[in-house]
């Protein structure tokens, strides 16, 4: 099946139920990249959060990692819940196993937030595909840990990104999206976001909700989902095995939804192209997965927020439904 024939079937679906879209766009992505079946859910990462990729049991893949040792790593993701968030627009809790309405975080209170700057010399890890991604996830776990300081925001202080490729954006622009939850006790900083940035212009709009300060430490383990469908992008921060969730939506304001194939992530420096120096001895995980079959990149100059880990090794672990790159860092 080639592009022309997927974007007739994604025109079609736009008159549909969104249960509908969903179920059409998941029957393209196994026709694409997959001889297994793909369960259809109202949801793009349902499959993966309710346990459908778990790097731990699924096969590797045969993708080669440039200067990255190979040595595999014993950590895996646990398969994670799913609360699936709410597709309106605006700003949401998940507690008790119930989503609540909550305010966004005010416009003059978001516009003052350090930005998570894109376009700068750092490269993460990430996966990519060849067709248009509907969504992805970025879970980051620190099995050891002994301090982490922010070289502009103080102690505690980082950011957790899940950032898109770059694209020429319907502004004409080259744009590019960062879903990030950033968390500071000296900057007054704990909120998640989706930053709609114009990399040509260095503008960065952006939608945010406040959750509680979080504290890094042995066995922290968080997760953030988002998806790009039908001109909106959500995204949902998870903490505590997914018991607890923020999530906001908004417009999709330069098609991300036409456009993504890439998704990278791990733990850096809070914002404005700040480092998360970390005490030795520290180990952590990042986990990017994507329902699709993928393959490992480095995405270059994207981002300038940095960490002082060193990539021990890298995996990627495919199953019929989509597939899970593990990088171990240390210092």
């Known amino acids: 099946m080639n592009m022309k024939e997927v ?57 080669v990692i440039p200067q990255i040792s190979l040595s595999v790593q014993s950590s895996s993701a646990e398969a994670m819940p799913n609360p699936t968030p709410p597709t309106t627009l605006g700003c949401a809790e998940y507690n008790a196993g119930v989503w609540q309405t909550i305010p966004c975080l005010s416009q003059s ?22 067709t248009i991604l509907l969504g992805g996830l970025v879970k980051v776990t620190l099995s050891a840990f002994s301090g982490e300081t922010d070289s502009s925001f103080g ?18 622009d080259e744009d590019g999206i960062q879903f990030t939850e950033q968390s500071g006790a000296s900057a007054g900083i704990h909120v998640t976001c989706i930053w709609q940035v114009d990399i040509t212009k260095q503008n960065y709009p952006n939608t945010c909700v406040s959750n509680p300060l979080q504290t ?11 998806t790009a469908v039908k001109g909106t992008l959500t995204t949902e921060f998870c903490v505590n ?5 923020y999530k906001v939506s908004a417009t999709d304001m330069y098609g991300l939804d036409k456009h993504w194939t890439q998704l990278s992530g791990t733990l850096l420096g809070l914002g404005g192209g700040s480092a998360a120096d970390f005490t030795h001895p520290t180990v952590m995980y990042a986990y990017v997965t994507l329902l699709a079959k993928a393959k490992l990149f480095n995405t ?11 990539i021990k090794s890298n995996k990627v672990s495919c199953s019929s439904s989509g597939c899970t790159l593990t990088s171990e860092s240390t210092n």
């Open 241 to 245: 095995s997914g018991k607890t969730c």
């Open 7 to 63: 974007n007739k079937i994604h025109g079609a679906a736009q008159n549909g139920k969104f249960l509908a879209l969903l179920t059409g766009i998941f029957v393209i992505l196994f026709l694409l990249t997959f001889s297994g079946a793909i369960a259809s859910t109202s949801n793009p990462l349902a499959f993966i959060k309710s346990g459908g990729i778990n790097p731990g049991l699924t096969v590797e893949s045969n993708t």
């Open 216 to 226: 890094l430490k042995k066995g922290y383990s968080v997760y953030i989902s988002s």
């Open 109 to 130: 209170a978001a516009s003052s937030l350090p930005k998570p700057t894109e376009g700068g010399s750092s490269g993460v890890y990430g996966l990519t595909q060849s």
């Open 155 to 172: 102690s505690g202080a980082f950011s957790i990104q899940a950032n898109t490729n770059p694209f020429t954006g319907s502004n004409g």
């Open 300 to 310: 270059g100059p994207y981002t300038e927020e940095t960490n002082n880990l060193n």
